[in-house]
């Protein structure tokens, strides 16, 4: 079985490339299949793990840390906006 995320809608054109994470517990994943059932409407994305190394060997846990943070400063302005009535 592998770490799955489910989108609404058709997403299976997605970037090979994205890093997801880091989790709870520090680990990164990329995606490498993605399967639309049209009946739900739904996509999931099937990841596979990055090994911690291989993170570590390109320098990007800064970056994905904040990116992480970038992501959930703009869900937060979207859910609430960014003030001043």
Known sequence: MTDTLTYPGDCTN???EHIYGPDLFGGCY????????PGTDQ?????VPIPHRVIQERGIIKSVEAQA?????????HLFGTGGA
Do not use: C, K, S, V
């Not at 995606?31 to 639309?36: G, H, S």
């Not at 996509?43 to 990841?47: D, G, V």
């Not at 943070?69 to 302005?77: P, S, T, V, Y």
């Open 14 to 16: 997605f970037d090979p």
């Open 43 to 47: 996509t999931t994305l099937h990841l």
């Open 30 to 37: 990329r995606a490498f299949d993605a399967d639309y059932q």
């Open 69 to 77: 943070q970038r992501d959930m400063f703009e869900r937060i302005e």
